[in-house]
Protein backbone atom coordinates (compact mmCIF):
# COMPACT_ATOMS: atom_id res chain seq x y z
CA UNK A 1 0.00 0.00 0.00
CA UNK A 2 3.08 2.39 0.30
CA UNK A 3 4.07 4.05 -2.53
CA UNK A 4 7.59 4.35 -3.51
CA UNK A 5 7.90 7.98 -2.68
CA UNK A 6 7.22 6.78 0.96
CA UNK A 7 9.07 4.01 1.43
CA UNK A 8 12.57 5.77 0.07
CA UNK A 9 11.89 9.42 1.88
CA UNK A 10 9.68 9.07 4.80
CA UNK A 11 9.77 12.55 5.27
CA UNK A 12 9.52 13.60 8.66
CA UNK A 13 6.58 15.38 10.19
CA UNK A 14 6.27 17.46 13.31
CA UNK A 15 2.76 18.35 14.35
CA UNK A 16 1.91 20.95 16.91
CA UNK A 17 -1.83 21.48 18.40
CA UNK A 18 -2.42 21.66 22.28
CA UNK A 19 -5.34 19.15 21.88
CA UNK A 20 -4.78 15.49 21.90
CA UNK A 21 -7.62 14.69 20.03
CA UNK A 22 -6.21 16.42 17.08
CA UNK A 23 -2.62 15.28 17.27
CA UNK A 24 -3.99 11.98 17.47
CA UNK A 25 -6.13 12.23 14.40
CA UNK A 26 -3.73 13.84 11.95
CA UNK A 27 -0.90 11.60 13.24
CA UNK A 28 -2.85 8.67 12.76
CA UNK A 29 -3.30 9.20 9.05
CA UNK A 30 -0.41 10.93 8.33
CA UNK A 31 1.48 7.64 9.25
CA UNK A 32 -0.53 5.72 7.30
CA UNK A 33 0.57 7.42 4.18
CA UNK A 34 4.05 7.02 5.13
CA UNK A 35 5.23 9.92 6.73
CA UNK A 36 7.40 10.01 9.96
CA UNK A 37 5.30 11.96 12.21
CA UNK A 38 6.06 13.36 15.52
CA UNK A 39 4.24 15.39 17.58
CA UNK A 40 4.49 17.91 20.05
CA UNK A 41 1.27 19.51 22.76
CA UNK A 42 2.72 23.03 22.97
CA UNK A 43 5.28 25.94 21.52
CA UNK A 44 7.87 24.78 24.10
CA UNK A 45 7.94 21.51 23.33
CA UNK A 46 7.66 21.82 19.53
CA UNK A 47 10.65 23.89 19.70
CA UNK A 48 12.28 21.01 21.78
CA UNK A 49 11.49 18.78 19.23
CA UNK A 50 13.00 20.48 16.46
CA UNK A 51 16.37 20.84 18.19
CA UNK A 52 16.98 17.43 18.14
CA UNK A 53 15.20 16.90 14.34
CA UNK A 54 15.06 19.35 11.94
CA UNK A 55 11.82 17.83 9.98
CA UNK A 56 10.77 18.24 6.50
CA UNK A 57 7.46 19.98 7.69
CA UNK A 58 6.01 21.12 10.45
CA UNK A 59 1.59 21.57 10.96
CA UNK A 60 1.20 24.31 13.46
CA UNK A 61 -2.02 24.89 15.70
CA UNK A 62 -2.17 29.14 16.41
CA UNK A 63 -3.91 29.24 19.32
CA UNK A 64 -2.41 27.62 22.10
CA UNK A 65 -1.71 28.51 25.75
CA UNK A 66 1.44 30.34 26.91
CA UNK A 67 2.93 30.55 23.31
CA UNK A 68 0.57 30.89 20.45
CA UNK A 69 1.41 29.72 16.70
CA UNK A 70 2.00 33.20 15.09
CA UNK A 71 5.17 33.49 18.16
CA UNK A 72 6.30 29.57 17.33
CA UNK A 73 6.59 30.52 13.90
CA UNK A 74 8.87 33.78 14.37
CA UNK A 75 11.28 31.78 16.52
CA UNK A 76 11.56 29.07 14.15
CA UNK A 77 12.22 31.73 11.24
CA UNK A 78 14.73 33.69 13.20
CA UNK A 79 16.96 30.41 13.92
CA UNK A 80 19.07 29.73 10.35
CA UNK A 81 19.23 26.23 11.16
CA UNK A 82 15.11 25.73 11.45
CA UNK A 83 14.08 28.97 9.04
CA UNK A 84 13.91 27.13 5.98
CA UNK A 85 11.38 24.48 7.82
CA UNK A 86 7.99 25.00 5.69
CA UNK A 87 5.33 25.88 8.53
CA UNK A 88 1.84 25.26 7.51
CA UNK A 89 -0.93 26.72 10.14
CA UNK A 90 -3.77 24.60 11.14
CA UNK A 91 -6.62 26.73 12.43
CA UNK A 92 -10.20 27.56 13.31
CA UNK A 93 -9.21 31.17 12.91
CA UNK A 94 -11.22 32.41 9.85
CA UNK A 95 -10.08 36.09 9.56
CA UNK A 96 -8.47 37.23 6.92
CA UNK A 97 -6.50 39.34 9.34
CA UNK A 98 -5.47 35.84 10.88
CA UNK A 99 -4.65 34.36 7.67
CA UNK A 100 -2.50 37.39 6.62
CA UNK A 101 -0.33 37.63 9.95
CA UNK A 102 0.39 33.63 9.63
CA UNK A 103 1.87 34.36 5.87
CA UNK A 104 3.49 37.73 7.39
CA UNK A 105 5.17 35.41 10.57
CA UNK A 106 6.59 33.23 7.71
CA UNK A 107 3.83 30.11 6.95
CA UNK A 108 3.48 28.96 3.85
CA UNK A 109 -0.01 27.65 3.80
CA UNK A 110 -3.24 27.93 6.27
CA UNK A 111 -5.81 25.50 6.71
CA UNK A 112 -9.19 26.40 8.52
CA UNK A 113 -10.51 24.12 10.65
CA UNK A 114 -12.29 22.22 10.39
CA UNK A 115 -10.49 20.85 7.42
CA UNK A 116 -10.76 17.80 5.37
CA UNK A 117 -7.85 15.32 5.22
CA UNK A 118 -7.62 15.27 1.80
CA UNK A 119 -6.93 18.83 1.74
CA UNK A 120 -4.10 18.95 4.62
CA UNK A 121 -2.57 15.69 2.50
CA UNK A 122 -2.61 17.86 -0.92
CA UNK A 123 -1.02 20.68 0.32
CA UNK A 124 1.76 18.87 2.72
CA UNK A 125 2.50 16.62 -0.33
CA UNK A 126 2.31 20.19 -2.72
CA UNK A 127 4.99 21.94 0.30
CA UNK A 128 7.18 18.87 0.01
CA UNK A 129 7.43 18.99 -3.54
CA UNK A 130 8.47 22.55 -3.38
CA UNK A 131 11.09 21.83 -0.72
CA UNK A 132 11.99 18.91 -2.69
CA UNK A 133 12.66 20.66 -5.76
CA UNK A 134 14.37 24.06 -4.21
CA UNK A 135 16.76 21.30 -2.60
CA UNK A 136 17.40 19.98 -6.22
CA UNK A 137 17.98 23.30 -7.40
CA UNK A 138 20.32 24.23 -4.82
CA UNK A 139 21.72 20.87 -5.80
CA UNK A 140 21.38 21.47 -9.83
CA UNK A 141 23.50 25.32 -8.41
CA UNK A 142 26.09 23.67 -7.04
CA UNK A 143 26.71 20.80 -9.57
CA UNK A 144 26.82 23.48 -12.03
CA UNK A 145 29.40 25.60 -9.94
CA UNK A 146 31.67 22.67 -9.40
CA UNK A 147 31.34 22.35 -13.64
CA UNK A 148 32.46 25.81 -13.77
CA UNK A 149 35.37 25.72 -11.24
CA UNK A 150 36.05 22.59 -13.44
CA UNK A 151 36.15 24.18 -16.41
CA UNK A 152 37.80 27.26 -15.12
CA UNK A 153 40.79 24.90 -14.18
CA UNK A 154 40.59 23.24 -17.73
CA UNK A 155 41.14 26.70 -19.07
CA UNK A 156 43.89 27.70 -16.97
CA UNK A 157 46.04 24.50 -17.78
CA UNK A 158 45.22 25.13 -21.82
CA UNK A 159 46.37 29.11 -21.23
CA UNK A 160 49.31 27.71 -19.60
CA UNK A 161 50.00 25.12 -22.58
CA UNK A 162 49.62 28.01 -24.70
CA UNK A 163 52.23 30.45 -22.67
CA UNK A 164 54.75 27.21 -22.24
CA UNK A 165 54.59 26.65 -26.35
CA UNK A 166 54.75 30.61 -27.00
CA UNK A 167 58.21 30.35 -25.08
CA UNK A 168 59.40 27.20 -26.30
CA UNK A 169 61.21 25.29 -29.03
CA UNK A 170 58.25 22.83 -29.96
CA UNK A 171 61.40 20.40 -31.34
CA UNK A 172 63.29 20.56 -28.32
CA UNK A 173 61.33 22.19 -25.59
CA UNK A 174 64.34 24.75 -24.98
CA UNK A 175 63.19 27.88 -24.16
CA UNK A 176 62.89 29.87 -27.13
CA UNK A 177 64.26 32.96 -27.77
CA UNK A 178 61.68 35.24 -26.56
CA UNK A 179 62.00 33.42 -23.37
CA UNK A 180 66.32 33.72 -23.49
CA UNK A 181 65.38 37.50 -24.05
CA UNK A 182 62.96 37.48 -20.57
CA UNK A 183 65.40 35.84 -18.56
CA UNK A 184 68.49 37.78 -20.12
CA UNK A 185 66.21 40.90 -19.27
CA UNK A 186 65.96 40.03 -15.53
CA UNK A 187 69.50 39.05 -15.40
CA UNK A 188 70.46 42.53 -16.71
CA UNK A 189 68.52 43.80 -14.11
CA UNK A 190 70.17 41.80 -10.94
CA UNK A 191 73.35 43.36 -12.25
CA UNK A 192 72.28 46.94 -12.31
CA UNK A 193 71.01 46.36 -8.66
CA UNK A 194 73.81 44.24 -7.74
CA UNK A 195 76.75 45.34 -8.87
CA UNK A 196 78.95 42.34 -7.99
CA UNK A 197 77.04 39.63 -9.84
CA UNK A 198 78.11 38.85 -13.14
CA UNK A 199 76.97 36.66 -15.95
CA UNK A 200 77.48 35.42 -19.65
CA UNK A 201 76.04 34.49 -22.59
CA UNK A 202 77.59 32.10 -24.88
CA UNK A 203 76.40 32.04 -28.38
CA UNK A 204 76.81 28.51 -30.43
CA UNK A 205 76.22 27.43 -33.84
CA UNK A 206 76.72 24.49 -35.19
CA UNK A 207 79.79 24.16 -37.97
CA UNK A 208 78.55 22.93 -41.29
CA UNK A 209 75.05 21.97 -40.24
CA UNK A 210 73.66 22.68 -43.29
CA UNK A 211 75.70 20.06 -44.65
CA UNK A 212 73.75 17.24 -42.53
CA UNK A 213 70.65 18.36 -43.76
CA UNK A 214 71.17 18.12 -46.89
CA UNK A 215 73.26 15.12 -47.12
CA UNK A 216 71.09 13.14 -44.41
CA UNK A 217 67.82 14.94 -44.76
CA UNK A 218 66.58 17.50 -42.19
CA UNK A 219 64.71 14.42 -40.15
CA UNK A 220 68.49 13.22 -38.93
CA UNK A 221 69.05 16.92 -38.51
CA UNK A 222 66.00 17.25 -36.03
CA UNK A 223 67.22 14.34 -34.32
CA UNK A 224 70.47 15.70 -34.39
CA UNK A 225 69.36 19.46 -32.67
CA UNK A 226 67.55 16.96 -30.10
CA UNK A 227 71.10 15.23 -29.49
CA UNK A 228 72.36 18.58 -29.33
CA UNK A 229 69.99 20.41 -26.78
CA UNK A 230 70.25 17.34 -24.53
CA UNK A 231 74.23 16.94 -24.37
CA UNK A 232 74.57 20.90 -23.80
CA UNK A 233 71.73 20.51 -21.30
CA UNK A 234 73.85 17.85 -19.48
CA UNK A 235 76.57 20.53 -18.41
CA UNK A 236 74.55 23.12 -17.26
CA UNK A 237 73.37 24.07 -13.76
CA UNK A 238 69.93 25.14 -12.07
CA UNK A 239 70.44 28.35 -12.65
CA UNK A 240 71.51 28.58 -16.13
CA UNK A 241 69.37 29.05 -19.21
CA UNK A 242 69.67 26.99 -22.21
CA UNK A 243 67.96 28.19 -25.43
CA UNK A 244 67.70 27.17 -29.03
CA UNK A 245 66.76 30.68 -30.99
CA UNK A 246 66.44 28.94 -34.46
CA UNK A 247 68.15 26.54 -36.69
CA UNK A 248 71.40 25.33 -35.54
CA UNK A 249 71.71 28.40 -33.06
CA UNK A 250 71.58 27.88 -29.82
CA UNK A 251 72.45 30.78 -26.89
CA UNK A 252 73.63 29.88 -22.91
CA UNK A 253 72.64 32.27 -20.28
CA UNK A 254 75.47 31.38 -17.69
CA UNK A 255 74.62 32.91 -14.46
CA UNK A 256 76.84 33.50 -10.82
CA UNK A 257 79.84 33.26 -12.59
CA UNK A 258 82.89 34.73 -10.63
CA UNK A 259 84.71 36.20 -14.12
CA UNK A 260 85.50 35.14 -17.82
CA UNK A 261 87.07 32.05 -17.09
CA UNK A 262 84.28 30.78 -16.15
CA UNK A 263 82.75 31.32 -18.74
CA UNK A 264 85.69 30.18 -21.21
CA UNK A 265 85.44 26.69 -18.92
CA UNK A 266 82.31 26.02 -19.82
CA UNK A 267 82.92 26.79 -23.97
CA UNK A 268 86.03 24.56 -23.77
CA UNK A 269 83.84 22.18 -21.91
CA UNK A 270 80.86 22.65 -24.32
CA UNK A 271 83.58 22.02 -27.35
CA UNK A 272 85.28 18.72 -25.69
CA UNK A 273 81.75 17.40 -25.65
CA UNK A 274 81.42 18.00 -29.34
CA UNK A 275 84.52 16.16 -30.17
CA UNK A 276 82.61 13.04 -29.59
CA UNK A 277 80.36 11.87 -32.37
CA UNK A 278 76.37 12.15 -31.65
CA UNK A 279 74.94 8.42 -32.05
CA UNK A 280 71.15 9.16 -33.59
CA UNK A 281 69.19 6.54 -34.64
CA UNK A 282 70.59 5.22 -37.46
CA UNK A 283 74.05 6.48 -37.71
CA UNK A 284 76.71 7.95 -35.58
CA UNK A 285 77.34 12.18 -36.82
CA UNK A 286 80.15 14.15 -36.28
CA UNK A 287 79.33 17.65 -35.43
CA UNK A 288 81.68 20.57 -34.55
CA UNK A 289 80.35 24.11 -32.88
CA UNK A 290 81.59 27.85 -32.40
CA UNK A 291 81.23 29.63 -29.40
CA UNK A 292 80.84 33.35 -29.02
CA UNK A 293 81.18 34.43 -25.22
CA UNK A 294 80.07 38.12 -24.25
CA UNK A 295 80.32 39.23 -20.31
CA UNK A 296 77.14 40.46 -18.66
CA UNK A 297 77.69 43.81 -17.31
CA UNK A 298 75.90 47.01 -16.07
CA UNK A 299 77.20 48.66 -19.34
CA UNK A 300 74.61 47.07 -21.12
CA UNK A 301 71.79 48.75 -21.56
CA UNK A 302 69.43 46.14 -23.68
CA UNK A 303 69.67 42.21 -24.02
CA UNK A 304 69.38 42.49 -27.63
CA UNK A 305 72.57 43.49 -27.50
CA UNK A 306 74.29 41.43 -25.34
CA UNK A 307 72.90 38.49 -27.63
CA UNK A 308 74.08 40.29 -30.93
CA UNK A 309 77.73 40.42 -29.28
CA UNK A 310 77.65 37.03 -28.34
CA UNK A 311 76.31 36.50 -31.89
CA UNK A 312 79.55 38.61 -33.54
CA UNK A 313 82.12 37.02 -30.78
CA UNK A 314 80.52 33.70 -32.56
CA UNK A 315 81.76 34.80 -36.10
CA UNK A 316 84.52 35.49 -34.67
CA UNK A 317 85.33 31.69 -33.69
CA UNK A 318 84.03 30.80 -37.36
CA UNK A 319 86.17 33.08 -39.03
CA UNK A 320 89.19 31.88 -37.02
CA UNK A 321 88.31 28.73 -38.42
CA UNK A 322 85.06 26.97 -36.57
CA UNK A 323 85.27 24.29 -33.52
CA UNK A 324 86.44 27.15 -31.20
CA UNK A 325 85.16 29.79 -28.69
CA UNK A 326 85.77 33.47 -29.24
CA UNK A 327 85.35 36.65 -26.11
CA UNK A 328 83.82 39.65 -27.55
CA UNK A 329 85.88 42.44 -26.95
CA UNK A 330 83.94 45.90 -27.58
CA UNK A 331 86.68 46.78 -31.00
CA UNK A 332 84.89 43.61 -32.40
CA UNK A 333 81.87 45.56 -32.48
CA UNK A 334 83.43 48.73 -34.53
CA UNK A 335 84.94 46.44 -36.76
CA UNK A 336 81.37 44.81 -37.40
CA UNK A 337 80.01 47.94 -37.83
CA UNK A 338 82.54 49.24 -40.23
CA UNK A 339 81.99 46.06 -42.12
CA UNK A 340 78.16 46.74 -42.31
CA UNK A 341 78.75 49.96 -43.74
CA UNK A 342 80.91 49.18 -46.27
CA UNK A 343 78.29 46.49 -46.93
CA UNK A 344 76.30 49.47 -47.78
CA UNK A 345 78.75 51.59 -49.40
CA UNK A 346 79.56 48.47 -51.76
CA UNK A 347 75.69 48.38 -52.33
CA UNK A 348 75.84 51.97 -53.66
CA UNK A 349 79.03 51.68 -55.38
CA UNK A 350 77.26 48.93 -57.51
CA UNK A 351 74.61 51.46 -58.76
CA UNK A 352 77.01 54.35 -58.89
CA UNK A 353 79.89 52.46 -60.96
CA UNK A 354 82.65 53.43 -58.67
CA UNK A 355 84.66 50.58 -59.68
CA UNK A 356 87.81 50.84 -61.98
CA UNK A 357 90.38 48.31 -63.23
CA UNK A 358 93.78 48.21 -62.94
CA UNK A 359 95.82 45.85 -65.11
CA UNK A 360 99.20 44.12 -64.13
CA UNK A 361 101.60 42.50 -67.18
CA UNK A 362 102.03 39.39 -67.78
CA UNK A 363 105.26 38.86 -69.04
CA UNK A 364 106.64 35.69 -71.29
CA UNK A 365 109.38 35.27 -69.47
CA UNK A 366 111.46 33.38 -72.82
CA UNK A 367 110.88 36.36 -74.82
CA UNK A 368 110.75 38.88 -72.20
CA UNK A 369 107.70 40.45 -73.48
CA UNK A 370 104.35 40.91 -72.58
CA UNK A 371 101.73 38.32 -73.08
CA UNK A 372 98.97 39.24 -71.17
CA UNK A 373 97.01 41.41 -68.39
CA UNK A 374 95.59 40.45 -65.54
CA UNK A 375 92.57 43.04 -64.62
CA UNK A 376 92.34 43.69 -60.74
CA UNK A 377 89.71 45.77 -59.37
CA UNK A 378 89.51 48.98 -57.37
CA UNK A 379 86.67 50.72 -55.68
CA UNK A 380 87.11 54.37 -56.42
CA UNK A 381 85.54 55.11 -52.77
CA UNK A 382 84.40 59.40 -52.65
CA UNK A 383 85.97 59.78 -49.39
CA UNK A 384 88.52 56.70 -48.54
CA UNK A 385 89.78 57.18 -51.98
CA UNK A 386 91.49 54.23 -54.25
CA UNK A 387 90.54 50.61 -52.07
CA UNK A 388 92.00 47.95 -52.39
CA UNK A 389 90.24 44.09 -54.03
CA UNK A 390 91.57 42.54 -50.53
CA UNK A 391 89.37 44.95 -48.34
CA UNK A 392 86.36 44.53 -50.19
CA UNK A 393 86.02 41.57 -52.46
CA UNK A 394 85.98 39.21 -49.03
CA UNK A 395 82.95 40.96 -48.14
CA UNK A 396 81.41 41.30 -51.83
CA UNK A 397 82.24 37.03 -51.52
CA UNK A 398 80.17 36.92 -48.67
CA UNK A 399 76.99 39.01 -49.27
CA UNK A 400 76.94 38.12 -53.03
CA UNK A 401 77.46 41.48 -54.14
CA UNK A 402 80.45 39.77 -55.73
CA UNK A 403 78.62 38.82 -58.63
CA UNK A 404 77.23 42.19 -60.34
CA UNK A 405 80.44 43.45 -59.59
CA UNK A 406 82.44 40.49 -61.07
CA UNK A 407 79.78 40.71 -63.67
CA UNK A 408 81.36 44.29 -64.55
CA UNK A 409 84.74 43.31 -64.11
CA UNK A 410 84.51 40.99 -66.65
CA UNK A 411 82.68 42.87 -69.23
CA UNK A 412 84.77 45.73 -69.09
CA UNK A 413 88.21 43.76 -69.02
CA UNK A 414 86.72 42.55 -72.47
CA UNK A 415 85.74 46.02 -73.64
CA UNK A 416 89.32 46.86 -72.79
CA UNK A 417 91.40 44.89 -74.73
CA UNK A 418 88.69 44.94 -77.47
CA UNK A 419 89.52 48.93 -77.38
CA UNK A 420 93.40 48.26 -77.26
CA UNK A 421 93.30 46.20 -80.39
CA UNK A 422 91.38 47.89 -82.17
CA UNK A 423 93.75 51.18 -81.29
CA UNK A 424 96.46 48.29 -82.80
CA UNK A 425 98.03 48.39 -79.57
CA UNK A 426 98.34 45.30 -79.08
CA UNK A 427 98.66 42.24 -80.99
CA UNK A 428 95.95 39.95 -81.32
CA UNK A 429 97.12 36.72 -79.30
CA UNK A 430 97.50 39.23 -75.86
CA UNK A 431 95.52 37.98 -73.51
CA UNK A 432 93.35 39.59 -70.77
CA UNK A 433 92.93 37.48 -67.12
CA UNK A 434 89.94 37.85 -65.31
CA UNK A 435 89.61 36.81 -61.57
CA UNK A 436 86.65 34.66 -60.35
CA UNK A 437 86.02 33.93 -57.29
CA UNK A 438 84.34 30.73 -55.27
CA UNK A 439 81.02 32.47 -55.53
CA UNK A 440 81.17 33.99 -58.81
CA UNK A 441 82.29 30.18 -60.16
CA UNK A 442 79.31 28.74 -58.37
CA UNK A 443 76.69 31.03 -60.09
CA UNK A 444 74.45 28.79 -62.73
CA UNK A 445 74.15 31.09 -65.19
CA UNK A 446 78.71 31.94 -65.47
CA UNK A 447 78.52 30.45 -68.84
CA UNK A 448 75.63 32.07 -69.78
CA UNK A 449 76.94 35.59 -68.57
CA UNK A 450 80.35 34.77 -69.99
CA UNK A 451 78.85 34.19 -73.42
CA UNK A 452 76.67 37.58 -73.49
CA UNK A 453 79.72 39.13 -72.53
CA UNK A 454 81.83 37.37 -75.53
CA UNK A 455 78.89 38.29 -77.81
CA UNK A 456 78.43 41.83 -76.57
CA UNK A 457 82.33 43.10 -77.09
CA UNK A 458 82.88 40.71 -79.99
CA UNK A 459 86.33 39.59 -78.20
CA UNK A 460 88.01 36.13 -79.46
CA UNK A 461 87.13 34.08 -76.81
CA UNK A 462 90.76 32.51 -76.65
CA UNK A 463 92.23 35.84 -75.75
CA UNK A 464 90.30 35.59 -72.30
CA UNK A 465 91.69 33.87 -69.36
CA UNK A 466 89.92 32.94 -65.97
CA UNK A 467 91.59 32.90 -62.79
CA UNK A 468 89.68 30.57 -60.04
CA UNK A 469 91.52 28.99 -57.04
CA UNK A 470 91.54 25.94 -55.89
CA UNK A 471 88.77 25.96 -53.36
CA UNK A 472 86.57 27.27 -56.12
CA UNK A 473 87.16 23.81 -57.68
CA UNK A 474 86.97 22.07 -54.45
CA UNK A 475 83.73 23.51 -52.89
CA UNK A 476 81.60 23.00 -56.28
CA UNK A 477 83.63 19.95 -57.60
CA UNK A 478 79.87 19.17 -59.21
CA UNK A 479 79.59 21.94 -61.14
CA UNK A 480 82.94 22.24 -61.57
CA UNK A 481 83.09 19.67 -64.67
CA UNK A 482 80.66 20.87 -66.16
CA UNK A 483 81.87 24.64 -66.32
CA UNK A 484 85.70 23.13 -67.32
CA UNK A 485 84.54 21.15 -70.22
CA UNK A 486 82.08 24.68 -71.55
CA UNK A 487 85.12 26.57 -71.13
CA UNK A 488 87.08 24.38 -72.93
CA UNK A 489 84.42 24.38 -75.76
CA UNK A 490 85.04 27.95 -75.89
CA UNK A 491 88.53 27.84 -75.79
CA UNK A 492 88.54 30.24 -72.78
CA UNK A 493 91.68 29.24 -71.08
CA UNK A 494 91.47 28.82 -67.19
CA UNK A 495 94.40 29.30 -64.60
CA UNK A 496 94.35 27.75 -60.77
CA UNK A 497 95.42 31.33 -59.02
CA UNK A 498 97.70 31.13 -55.85
CA UNK A 499 98.53 27.73 -56.64
CA UNK A 500 99.79 25.81 -53.77
CA UNK A 501 98.19 27.73 -50.94
CA UNK A 502 94.65 25.61 -51.03
CA UNK A 503 94.29 21.85 -50.96
CA UNK A 504 97.26 19.86 -50.11
CA UNK A 505 95.76 17.30 -52.62
CA UNK A 506 96.83 17.66 -56.09
CA UNK A 507 94.20 14.66 -57.12
CA UNK A 508 92.26 16.93 -58.69
CA UNK A 509 94.32 17.70 -61.06
CA UNK A 510 93.73 14.70 -62.97
CA UNK A 511 89.88 14.71 -62.79
CA UNK A 512 89.75 19.13 -63.82
CA UNK A 513 92.23 19.66 -66.39
CA UNK A 514 93.00 23.56 -66.00
CA UNK A 515 95.89 25.39 -68.19
CA UNK A 516 97.59 27.46 -66.08
CA UNK A 517 99.15 27.16 -62.29
CA UNK A 518 99.90 30.25 -60.97
CA UNK A 519 102.62 30.06 -58.37
CA UNK A 520 101.52 31.87 -54.99
CA UNK A 521 103.49 35.28 -54.84
CA UNK A 522 104.57 33.75 -51.55
CA UNK A 523 106.97 31.00 -52.71
CA UNK A 524 108.41 33.21 -54.97
CA UNK A 525 108.96 35.95 -52.52
CA UNK A 526 111.04 33.25 -50.71
CA UNK A 527 113.72 32.74 -53.67
CA UNK A 528 116.78 34.79 -52.57
CA UNK A 529 119.42 33.62 -55.13
CA UNK A 530 120.12 30.03 -52.80
CA UNK A 531 118.77 27.02 -53.76
CA UNK A 532 118.22 26.10 -50.79
CA UNK A 533 114.68 28.26 -50.63
CA UNK A 534 113.72 27.14 -53.71
CA UNK A 535 110.86 25.57 -51.52
CA UNK A 536 108.04 24.04 -53.60
CA UNK A 537 108.52 26.22 -56.43
CA UNK A 538 110.45 23.28 -58.94
CA UNK A 539 107.56 21.09 -57.83
CA UNK A 540 104.62 23.10 -59.27
CA UNK A 541 106.77 23.93 -62.01
CA UNK A 542 107.67 20.35 -62.98
CA UNK A 543 103.83 19.06 -62.34
CA UNK A 544 102.76 21.32 -64.65
CA UNK A 545 105.35 20.51 -67.52
CA UNK A 546 103.99 16.76 -66.80
CA UNK A 547 100.25 17.62 -67.19
CA UNK A 548 100.67 20.32 -69.78
CA UNK A 549 100.53 23.20 -68.12
CA UNK A 550 101.76 26.13 -68.19
CA UNK A 551 103.23 28.17 -65.03
CA UNK A 552 103.32 31.68 -64.03
CA UNK A 553 105.22 33.10 -61.07
CA UNK A 554 103.22 36.13 -59.29
CA UNK A 555 105.14 38.66 -56.53
CA UNK A 556 108.08 39.00 -58.49
CA UNK A 557 110.23 41.64 -57.23
CA UNK A 558 113.44 41.20 -57.93
CA UNK A 559 116.18 40.13 -60.48
CA UNK A 560 117.42 37.68 -58.63
CA UNK A 561 113.92 35.90 -58.58
CA UNK A 562 113.37 35.93 -62.07
CA UNK A 563 116.53 34.89 -62.60
CA UNK A 564 115.97 31.98 -60.72
CA UNK A 565 112.54 31.25 -62.19
CA UNK A 566 113.88 31.62 -65.50
CA UNK A 567 116.69 28.93 -64.94
CA UNK A 568 113.40 26.27 -63.67
CA UNK A 569 111.76 26.95 -66.62
CA UNK A 570 109.22 29.00 -65.45
CA UNK A 571 106.97 30.43 -68.45
CA UNK A 572 105.44 33.67 -67.21
CA UNK A 573 106.02 36.30 -64.97
CA UNK A 574 104.17 39.16 -62.60
CA UNK A 575 104.93 41.43 -60.51
CA UNK A 576 106.24 44.58 -59.60
CA UNK A 577 109.77 44.09 -60.86
CA UNK A 578 108.03 44.94 -64.42
CA UNK A 579 105.29 46.94 -63.30
CA UNK A 580 102.77 47.43 -60.58
CA UNK A 581 99.14 46.82 -61.77
CA UNK A 582 98.09 50.19 -63.55
CA UNK A 583 94.96 52.17 -64.93
CA UNK A 584 94.41 51.81 -68.21
CA UNK A 585 96.39 55.40 -69.30
CA UNK A 586 99.49 54.39 -67.98
CA UNK A 587 98.90 50.58 -69.72
CA UNK A 588 99.61 52.24 -73.32
CA UNK A 589 102.24 54.33 -72.34
CA UNK A 590 103.43 50.91 -70.92
CA UNK A 591 103.11 49.45 -74.21
CA UNK A 592 103.74 52.13 -76.59
CA UNK A 593 107.18 52.09 -74.59
CA UNK A 594 107.68 48.19 -76.08
CA UNK A 595 109.21 47.07 -72.96
CA UNK A 596 111.90 44.08 -72.78
CA UNK A 597 112.72 42.40 -70.10
P1 LIG B 1 95.49 37.86 -57.25
O1 LIG B 1 94.54 37.48 -58.29
O2 LIG B 1 96.44 36.83 -56.77
O3 LIG B 1 96.24 39.13 -57.77
C1 LIG B 1 97.55 39.41 -57.52
C2 LIG B 1 97.71 40.38 -56.43
O4 LIG B 1 99.09 40.50 -56.13
C3 LIG B 1 97.22 41.77 -56.78
O5 LIG B 1 96.75 42.39 -55.63
C4 LIG B 1 98.51 42.43 -57.21
O6 LIG B 1 98.48 43.84 -57.07
C5 LIG B 1 99.48 41.85 -56.24
N1 LIG B 1 100.83 41.87 -56.75
C6 LIG B 1 101.23 41.85 -58.05
N2 LIG B 1 102.58 41.86 -58.12
C7 LIG B 1 103.04 41.90 -56.84
C8 LIG B 1 104.36 41.93 -56.29
O7 LIG B 1 105.36 41.93 -56.94
N3 LIG B 1 104.43 41.94 -54.93
C9 LIG B 1 103.34 41.95 -54.17
N4 LIG B 1 103.47 41.95 -52.85
N5 LIG B 1 102.07 41.91 -54.66
C10 LIG B 1 101.95 41.88 -56.00
P2 LIG B 1 95.40 43.14 -55.62
O8 LIG B 1 95.20 43.89 -56.87
O9 LIG B 1 95.36 43.88 -54.33
O10 LIG B 1 94.35 41.99 -55.61
C11 LIG B 1 94.26 41.11 -54.55
C12 LIG B 1 93.37 39.99 -54.85
O11 LIG B 1 92.05 40.44 -54.99
C13 LIG B 1 93.66 39.30 -56.14
O12 LIG B 1 94.71 38.39 -55.96
C14 LIG B 1 92.37 38.62 -56.42
O13 LIG B 1 92.27 37.44 -55.69
C15 LIG B 1 91.39 39.61 -55.87
N6 LIG B 1 90.81 40.36 -56.98
C16 LIG B 1 91.30 41.45 -57.61
N7 LIG B 1 90.47 41.84 -58.58
C17 LIG B 1 89.45 40.99 -58.58
C18 LIG B 1 88.26 40.85 -59.37
O14 LIG B 1 88.00 41.60 -60.30
N8 LIG B 1 87.43 39.82 -59.07
C19 LIG B 1 87.71 38.96 -58.06
N9 LIG B 1 86.86 37.99 -57.81
N10 LIG B 1 88.80 39.05 -57.30
C20 LIG B 1 89.68 40.06 -57.57
MG1 LIG C 1 94.60 36.62 -59.95
MG1 LIG D 1 97.32 35.31 -57.00
Redesign the pocket.
Known amino acids: MNSDRTVIIKEDILIVDDTLENLRLLSTMLLKQGYNVRKALNGQMALKAVETVVPDLILLDIMMPDMDGYQVCQRLKQQSSTAEIPVIFLSALNEVFDKVKAFEVGGVDYITKPYQFEEVLIRIQNQLALKTAEREILQLNSQLEKRVQERTQQLEIANARLLEMALHDSLTGLPNRALFMKRLQSALQEVKANKSSQFAVLFLDCDRFKVINDSLGHLVGDELLIAIAARLQSCLSNGDTLARLGGDEFAILFTEIENISNAIQMATRILDLFSHPFQLQRREVFINASIGITLGNCDYEQPEHLLRDADTAMYRAKALGKGQFHVFDPEMHSVALRLLQLENDLRRAIERQEFV ?2 Y ?1 PIIDLNQGKISGF ?5 WQHPTRGLV ?3 LF ?1 PIA ?1 ETGL ?1 NP ?2 HW ?1 MKQACRQLISWQQQKLVNDNLSIS ?4 VR ?1 FSQPNLIEQIDRVLAETLLNPQCLKL ?1 I ?1 ESAIMDNSQSAATILEELRKRQIHLSI ?2 FGTGYSSLSYLHSFRVDLL ?1 I ?2 SFV ?1 RLNGTSSNLGLIPAIISIAQTMGMKAIA ?4 TTQQLIQLKKLNCDFG ?4 FS ?2 LNSKNVVELITSDPHW
Open positions: LHQEALVRSPGIEIIGVVNLSQETDDKDKQEGIEQGYLEP
